[in-house]
């Protein structure tokens, strides 16, 4: 990649957006924190430095010379926002017209003219010049070229709030509320084309409360758009409804909410499904959905929406209008829970066959393969995509998102305090991954994960590595990042680009599965089914499978959940020995939960701590758990111990006074039972201080085998293990 160029930095100047200023005082503004190298006239595109944002003809040259200082101080903030960006692109030829055509009006800003008279005074020039409009394909060239840039200017020029202005793009203004790693931070929503304008403005004001509050994030607010527009929007054209409150007298309201919900049962689908006749009932009771949501908001926030709108209408909303559509009108079918879905999963022999078969997607574009498809060996040629093949292998072998593969940092594996990754069983857990839920707020993000998830993240940073010229230092902000217009390797790999590809590898291997059904891995949300149910069969209790999969309730666990007779047996995880080597286990309370709820060892959770007896072995001591080396416990069992104790030591006191009642004299301290009894005190006494030395932080490390020393004839040489304390991840 060669040496970094500098990003593009706030400007220290007095905001763009200030009121009062002029255009040339704004774009000054607006350039003030462009890097040196970006501040000039003329962009040549055989320059090596702007041919990295520039597209044409070597020959091209952007000269604004003679042009207003507003002018050239946009096209340098502009250039050098493209680049920083990593991805966006200037169309060289198209904006040299742009450049000549505004020399010619002789306005000192772009944006002096909004989109549609930019696009117009073109055409006009280009009628005057040839004698005849420009084609529909010259039209949408020159409009996509300057679009960006006049939105781009709209946002920092304008002085009013971000969900006022008719093109919300994440990319352009820093002030629209959006995650961190946002699925859809690369799409837009307008609402120019929205109609009529009380909708527009109405739908700005109810999606920007939506994000301000938090209650929706950026893909929510996405769909909702479209639901409103492709149901709501089209009805209120079609009737010409020219009024918030949709109708003069409300006793109508009911009637034309009942009218609007047949129009939309009634309207064809849009898109690829125009070959069926009407909308699934599913979507049409999104839309219905969308449409009571926005209704019910805006009754409620009536006088605030009218003074934010300047619209008076907006007041005369009623409690009506929040309850546009009855409940049985927009209610969704009922999914069954925990109902067998073999259609959502996988069977062992066909999740081989799909394993057998995904290397095609790493071979080069020049190589073949052959591989053996229905009893024939047919020789097929390469992908080229290895990215693919391994987010798809880490699909596989975790069950997350697909989303949440491809928007994982570039390092995602977390060394587990305990756990030693170079001596586990094979098949056992040796690290944490770290995922991006991008689905359910405040649900887990990390699972434990075996060598082999770690493995295949290892050879895709490298990869990436190799393919972006990063030495070993250096990384990119994703594991998975996108391959083209993204030399800075800052946009994470779009969905779509994700499936289209193993699309391509379904349409080159039509693979099917035991009963003659499409083995499609572009459906790649099967894999998320197929992991559910094998844990799920193998025994795994629903509150760590909940926590594994990424759920905040036990009802979604059971969505996945397909208990099918033929995989009943199968096992999700080879079980891990662990402590079977006497080795320390400073683990997390947490971690070890998991890490036996994975491995079905739940039978090991003890009422005062864990046993870590390998689960091939059983436990010929009897309760003689407090001085065991295999026996673990924290601080949350601390109040069991001391409860133990006091009730041991009281049988002590009572068994001696009736042995003295009964015999005459004391009980000796050699007595076998007592002597065990001793024994049982001295370990809890010791577990017990163990555990009150842990901080009062919250430390919830578990400690193996506290109350070892108080073993008979324990010594240093003992196999016993000591007292360790782990100190708590922060």
């Known amino acids: 990649m060669g040496e970094r160029r500098p990003r593009l930095v706030a400007s220290p100047a007095a905001s763009p957006s200030a009121p009062g200023l002029s255009f040339e005082e704004r774009a000054t503004a607006l350039a003030a924190g462009v890097p040196a190298a970006w501040r000039t006239n003329v962009f040549a595109v055989a320059d090596p430095l702007f041919a990295e944002v520039l597209d044409g003809d070597t020959s091209l040259v952007l000269d604004t010379s003679g042009l207003a200082a507003g002018l050239a101080n946009e096209l340098s903030w502009w250039a050098a926002t493209c680049h920083a960006s990593g991805w966006r692109r200037i169309d060289a030829g198209a904006f040299d017209k742009w450049l000549s055509l505004a020399g010619t009006l002789g306005v000192a800003s772009f944006a002096a003219l909004g989109q549609n008279e930019w696009e117009q005074r073109f055409a006009a020039r280009f009628y005057a010049e040839r004698g005849q409009m420009p084609a529909a394909d010259i039209r949408r060239k020159m409009a996509g070229a300057l679009r960006p840039l006049l939105s781009s200017l709209a946002v920092h020029y304008s002085p009013h709030e971000w969900w006022r202005h008719d093109v919300w793009d994440p990319t352009i203004d820093p002030r629209i509320p959006r995650r961190p790693h946002e699925p859809h931070a690369g799409s837009t929503i307008g609402f120019a084309s929205l109609a009529p304008n009380w909708l527009a403005a109405g739908l700005k004001f109810y999606l920007g409360m939506q994000l301000e509050t938090g209650r929706w994030v950026w893909t929510s607010a996405l769909v909702h758009r479209r639901l409103v527009e492709y149901g709501l929007s089209d009805y209120l054209k079609k009737e010409a409804i020219a009024n918030p409150t949709l109708c003069v007298d409300p006793a109508g309201l009911r009637a034309l909410a009942l009218d609007l919900s047949s129009f939309i049962r009634a309207r064809p689908p849009r898109g690829k499904a125009r070959s069926q006749l009407s909308l699934a009932a599913e979507t049409v009771s999104r839309e219905l959905e969308a449409v009571a949501q926005f209704y019910a908001f805006m009754a409620d926030y009536r006088d605030e929406a009218a003074v934010a709108l300047g619209d008076e209408r907006w007041r005369c909303l009623t409690d009506a209008h929040a309850r546009l559509f009855r409940p049985y009108e927009i209610a969704r079918r009922a999914r069954a829970v925990a109902a067998a879905d073999d259609a959502n999963y996988i069977g062992d022999a066909d999740l081989s066959s799909m394993f057998a078969h995904i290397e095609l997607l790493g071979v080069a574009r020049t190589q073949t393969r052959s591989v053996l498809l229905d009893g024939e060996t047919r020789v097929v040629t390469g992908l080229g995509d290895p990215s693919v093949m391994r987010a798809w292998i880490l699909q596989a072998l975790t069950g997350r998102r697909a989303s949440e593969i491809l928007m994982m940092d570039f390092e995602p594996i977390i060394a587990v305090p305990g756990l030693d990754s170079t001596s586990v069983q094979e098949g056992a857990m040796v690290a944490k991954l770290a995922y991006r839920q991008t689905k359910i707020d405040g649900a887990p993000s990390t699972i434990l994960v075996g060598a082999d998830v770690v493995a295949v993240v290892a050879e895709q940073q490298a990869w990436v590595r190799e393919r972006f010229g990063l030495s070993n230092g250096e990384s990119t902000p994703y594991l998975f990042p996108r391959l083209s217009d993204n030399p800075h390797g800052t946009r994470a790999r779009p969905l779509v680009s994700y499936l289209k590809r193993l699309g391509d590898l379904d349409k080159i291997l039509c693979l099917k599965d ?134 041991t030591e009281r049988l002590v006191t009572n068994r001696k006074a009736q042995h003295l009642a009964r015999h005459g004299e004391e009980m000796s301290e050699a007595n076998v039972w007592l002597a065990q009894r001793r024994t049982e005190i001295a370990a809890m006494q010791l577990e017990i201080t163990a555990l009150e030395a842990l901080d009062e932080s919250g430390n919830d490390s578990v400690l193996r085998g506290p109350g070892v020393l108080a073993r008979p004839g324990y010594s240093a040489k003992s196999s016993a293990v000591p007292v360790q304390l782990a100190p708590r991840k922060r």
Do not use: W
């Open 514 to 647: 035991s009963e003659g059904r499409p083995l499609s891995y572009s459906r790649s949300h099967r894999l998320r089914h197929t992991k559910a149910t094998t844990l799920l069969n193998a025994g795994a209790p629903i509150h760590v499978v909940m926590r594994y999969l990424g759920h905040r309730s036990p009802e979604m666990v059971m969505r996945y959940g397909a208990t099918l007779a033929t995989t009943a047996e199968r096992e999700f995880l080879a079980l891990a020995k662990i402590g079977r080597d006497g080795r320390e286990i400073p683990m997390e309370r947490q971690d070890l939960l998991d890490l036996m709820g994975l491995e079905r060892r739940a039978d090991r959770v003890l009422p005062n701590g864990y046993c870590l007896l390998p689960p091939t072995k059983t436990c010929e001591k009897g309760n003689a758990c407090h001085t065991c080396d295999h026996f673990a416990t924290d601080r949350s069992y601390l109040p069991e111990i001391v409860r133990q104790l006091e009730e």
